[in-house]
């Protein structure tokens, strides 16, 4: 049964967009599922990119659906209507493919409870060739899916621009399902099927292994990455010498630009184009699973990135470029002068600190973007060192200054609480750092009249898997708690300081679903 208040409300949100696909009598028809709520959801780069992929290939159908907000949730349970799609408020159970984009490993909850709103078994076992093949991909897919892993039929362990057009081959060129998964598991790179994986478990408990149960399925599976976007560093180095012909090459080539696919003025960040220009990070800090899980470093060229700013410049004035490192491109002076040049006004996800150019702060200044973020990590100059980054709390502050003096008052300030090693003294160092941030602030704010905030963003340290820090033990729940509400505590004490904070049990929720096993607490907790 359809209930009309869910079906007005999906319709609601649909009349706001622009670009949106319907496409009828598709020979193959994909939900392509986000698991959070619309606004978050429209806000995701990898649901538009996949979006855009799957709907340009002419025999396919790709629509959209999403958690349901608070109101609408209640009307699902209470009317027992399943889950729809947005373009055709049709169910996803009568889809040939439920595919879900994954960012955050706290959202595999939320993939368990929009299964079981549509009506679909949640667990993979119990699913016949009768219902849809469930796919999973997604940032998340680098990390660690094992906590999904028995409810997902395949999961595309890579980059979209390769797996997108490898999954429909498949689905096309075989007829039942698991044809589909052993033609998808024997390609060897990009696609785990779970079910064809046995595991082996030591007395601890602990895994001890996969071992394949089909043949020709490999016993590892590599990461499909999109090889055709040139290396940051090669093109860096060809550009630099002066080495125009391979440059040329490099640049080129018919290369994909992830951006906003589908103009949603009502979710968060709606306002704006938002533009993949790179992936990945050289820089190689202990923590961060970007900079390992998305290498080597590349760069979409900036004729590209520029191209699909010029498309969108009839509907907005504002672009968000979306980097791990955007002062790293080696185009970065050409894609800002273009985009000034369009009358963009620019924003940045976060930067680095070390990369700050005049250049961009000119840009964001010229926005009239009054916040910019940037992460120091900790206050400590010893604790940046065991983590690789190599930044010293003098030159951070002489950076924050460039910021300040271009009449840039606020900075967002990200900080980890419970890194390796770390001691009372260095959680007492970033009392002091921000003290100087904040005193550097006021400085530059008189010659303006006014003065900014600093805000501090406090994570708890998370051991992400594929990195130097995974074997890290997290700290107790408990400890890690202390820890955070004695640095919030300092930090509230000092004037213009406006400190947020993750809790100790999201921190250890994501410990949790990053730790390298088959866990089944995902539906246990969702069936509590």
């Not at 359809?2 to 009828?24: D, F, H, P």
């Not at 698991?35 to 159908?61: C, D, K, Q, R, W």
């Not at 560093?233 to 040329?248: F, I, N, P, Q």
């Not at 990135?305 to 672009?319: F, G, M, P, Y």
């Amino acid at each position: 049964m359809m209930n009309r208040s869910i079906i007005n409300s999906l319709k609601k949100k649909l009349a706001t967009e622009e670009g949106y696909v319907v496409r009828q009598g598709a020979e193959l028809r994909i939900a392509l599922c986000y698991p959070n709520t619309y606004s978050i959801g429209m806000a995701n780069l990898g649901l538009h990119t996949m979006y855009e992929l799957f709907n340009s290939i002419p025999s396919v159908s790709c629509e959209r659906a999403f958690l349901p907000d608070s109101s609408d949730l209640k009307e699902h349970e209470r009317t027992g209507t399943p889950l729809l799609t947005l373009e055709t408020q049709t169910p996803i159970k009568d889809f040939d493919v439920v595919a879900f984009s994954i960012s955050f490993e706290t959202d595999y909850l939320n993939m368990a409870r929009m299964l079981h709103l549509s009506g679909i078994p949640v667990w993979s076992a119990e699913r016949s060739h009768f219902h849809p093949l469930i796919v999973m991909g997604g940032a998340a897919s680098f990390l660690n899916p094992e906590p999904i892993a028995d409810f997902t039929d395949v999961i595309a362990v890579g980059e979209g621009e390769i797996l997108a057009y490898q999954l429909v081959d498949a689905i096309f060129d075989n007829e039942t399902k698991e044809e589909i998964l052993l033609s998808l598991a024997g390609i060897g790179r990009g696609f785990y099927v779970p079910s064809f994986y046995d595991v082996v478990y030591n007395d601890d408990g602990t895994v001890f292994d996969y071992v394949p149960n089909q043949p020709g399925v490999p016993r590892r599976v590599g990461r499909a990455l999109a090889s055709v976007n040139p290396k940051e560093g090669t093109l860096r180095r060809a550009l630099k010498r002066g080495e125009s012909e391979l440059s040329d090459f490099l640049v080129g080539q018919d290369i994909f630009c992830p951006s906003t696919a589908v103009w949603a003025p009502e979710a968060e960040m709606g306002d704006r184009l938002l533009v993949e220009i790179s992936r990945g990070c050289s820089q190689g800090c202990r923590f961060c699973w970007a900079g390992y899980n998305y290498y080597p470093p590349r760069v979409v060229p900036a004729k590209d990135i520029l191209a699909k700013a010029a498309e969108w410049r009839s509907k907005t004035d504002k672009i968000g470029l979306v980097s791990t490192a955007v002062c790293d491109h080696p185009e970065i002076s050409t894609i800002l002068r273009e985009l000034r040049a369009m009358d963009y006004r620019i924003s940045v996800s976060s930067l680095r600190l070390d990369q700050i150019s005049d250049e961009l702060l000119d840009a964001l200044v010229e926005s009239r973007d009054q916040q910019i973020a940037v992460a120091p990590e900790t206050g400590s100059d010893r604790l940046r060192r065991v983590i690789n980054k190599n930044l010293t709390n003098d030159e951070i502050v002489d950076i924050c200054g460039a910021v300040f003096d271009r009449g840039m008052l606020t900075v967002k300030l990200y900080m980890m609480v419970g890194l390796p090693t770390e001691t009372e003294d260095d959680l007492d160092e970033m009392f002091i750092l921000v003290e100087r941030i904040k005193d550097r602030m006021l400085e530059a704010g008189k010659r303006f009249g006014r003065a900014g905030t600093i805000i501090p963003s406090l994570n708890g340290f998370v051991p992400k898997p594929n990195t130097p820090l995974q074997w890290e033990p997290i700290y107790e729940e408990k400890e890690l708690r202390r820890r955070l509400k004695y640095v919030c505590k300092g930090l509230s004490r000092i004037p213009n300081v406006n400190v947020r904070f993750m809790s100790a049990r999201i921190a250890h929720e994501q410990a949790l679903f990053s730790s390298d096993c088959r866990i089944l607490i995902v539906v246990q907790e969702f069936d509590s």
